[in-house]
């Protein structure tokens, strides 16, 4: 089985080719892309390639625009961070749609399902244009609140009122805009940048998940790293980890 897959997120891809190798010991990856024009330029090739496995959202923009630039029969697994809602309404266009941050089961049936079908998919183009459709909507399932325990009370925290999100160690902590204070809460960042607002959270790093709203400046760093200067006090020095910074920037030009 050769694989193709598309992600612009170093640790996504590595997550994908682990679980190849559990669910798929067959499986070789005969390259691995992080763009849409990058993808297309190999699939014009004419190598053989059995399976697609693309994230939706790639460096230079979503991955449907393939299918819009080029004809392909290979059957496709698309993997993407946005809600559970809209997984269940894509995967009447495709093998199917994991959720990030993808787990072994969830892999494990999507190639059950690909084996299944020797004959292939075929993306047709009203199936492109629902998938455009769907990709546009907003969501109106965004947390909106986080419930905070201060001593032998409890209190919530507005989703808008926070100006970013940290781990350390196995906690996660919340910390507020102006008198950036932090709290503890349940959530992993993980779990976190499945239920915010892609539109105003944003994950530069495995550590942070920052608020548009709060930074004041990005600077370059050596090796195409980005800082991020918040406008109100922070005691950590946030900065944009590599794989991540040109969809940084395109989520800031937006």
């Given at each position: 089985?050769?694989?193709?897959?598309?992600?612009?997120?170093?640790?996504?891809?590595?997550?994908?080719?682990?679980?190849?190798?559990?669910?798929?010991?067959?499986?070789?990856?005969?390259?691995?892309?992080?763009?849409?024009?990058?993808?297309?330029?190999?699939?014009?090739?004419?190598?053989?390639?059995?399976?697609?496995?693309?994230?939706?959202?790639?460096?230079?923009?979503?991955?449907?625009?393939?299918?819009?630039?080029?004809?392909?029969?290979?059957?496709?697994?698309?993997?993407?961070?946005?809600?559970?809602?809209?997984?269940?309404?894509?995967?009447?266009?495709?093998?199917?749609?994991?959720?990030?941050?993808?787990?072994?089961?969830?892999?494990?049936?999507?190639?059950?399902?690909?084996?299944?079908?020797?004959?292939?998919?075929?993306?047709?183009?009203?199936?492109?244009?629902?998938?455009?459709?769907?990709?546009?909507?907003?969501?109106?399932?965004?947390?909106?609140?986080?419930?905070?325990?201060?001593?032998?009370?409890?209190?919530?925290?507005?989703?808008?009122?926070?100006?970013?999100?940290?781990?350390?160690?196995?906690?996660?902590?919340?910390?507020?805009?102006?008198?950036?204070?932090?709290?503890?809460?349940?959530?992993?960042?993980?779990?976190?940048?499945?239920?915010?607002?892609?539109?105003?959270?944003?994950?530069?790093?495995?550590?942070?998940?920052?608020?548009?709203?709060?930074?004041?400046?990005?600077?370059?760093?050596?090796?195409?790293?980005?800082?991020v200067k918040m406008n109100q006090t922070c005691e950590h020095e946030l900065s944009v980890s590599r794989d991540r910074a040109q969809v940084f920037k395109n989520w800031l030009d937006r």
């Amino acid at each position: 089985m050769n694989v193709l897959i598309a992600e612009d997120e170093q640790l996504a891809a590595e997550r994908i080719q682990e679980l190849l190798n559990i669910c798929a010991p067959e499986a070789a990856v005969v390259e691995q892309v992080d763009s849409v024009e990058d993808a297309i330029a190999y699939l014009r090739l004419g190598k053989r390639i059995d399976l697609l496995l693309l994230d939706i959202q790639l460096a230079d923009g979503k991955s449907f625009e393939i299918f819009e630039k080029i004809s392909t029969d290979v059957p496709v697994i698309f993997t993407t961070a946005y809600d559970q809602y809209a997984i269940q309404a894509f995967r009447f266009y495709s093998i199917d749609y994991l959720l990030k941050p993808i787990q072994q089961d969830d892999f494990q049936r999507a190639i059950d399902k690909f084996r299944r079908r020797t004959s292939g998919t075929t993306l047709e183009p009203i199936e492109i244009t629902a998938l455009r459709d769907l990709l546009s909507r907003p969501s109106r399932n965004f947390k909106e609140r986080f419930l905070i325990k201060s001593g032998n009370k409890l209190q919530y925290k507005l989703s808008a009122d926070v100006a970013y999100f940290f781990a350390e160690g196995k906690e996660a902590y919340l910390v507020t805009k102006k008198e950036s204070r932090k709290y503890l809460i349940d959530q992993t960042l993980e779990e976190l940048e499945r239920v915010l607002d892609p539109a105003v959270f944003f994950r530069i790093s495995r550590k942070f998940i920052v608020n548009i709203d709060c930074i004041a400046e990005v600077r370059g760093l050596i090796s195409t790293r980005l800082e991020v200067k918040m406008n109100q006090t922070c005691e950590h020095e946030l900065s944009v980890s590599r794989d991540r910074a040109q969809v940084f920037k395109n989520w800031l030009d937006r």
